[in-house]
C-alpha cells in the first residue's frame, strides 16, 4: 500500500510539473492592495504548495482525534 501512494504522489507531482513547465506568461496577480507580477508557473506552483500544506495540515490535525 505504501508503495502505491508513492507512486500516485510521483504521477500527480510530475504532472503538477508539466502543467507549471507549460505556463510561463507573466501574469498580474492581485492581492488586497498590491499588484504583483510574477511568472504564471510560479504562481501554479505556490498554489498547489499551498495546497499540500493545508492538506497536510490538517491530515495530520485530524488523525490525532
Sequence with gaps: ???LKTIV???ISL???IVV???TQSVETKL???TITMPRA???FLAFLFGFVVG???T???SRD
Excluded: A, D, Y
Design 1 to 3: 500500500m505504501k508503495k
Design 9 to 11: 504522489v510521483v504521477v
Design 15 to 17: 504532472l503538477v510539473l
Design 21 to 23: 513547465l507549460q505556463n
Design 32 to 34: 488586497l492592495f498590491v
Design 42 to 44: 510560479f504562481l501554479l
Design 56 to 58: 497536510s495540515i490538517s
Design 60 to 62: 495530520i490535525s485530524f
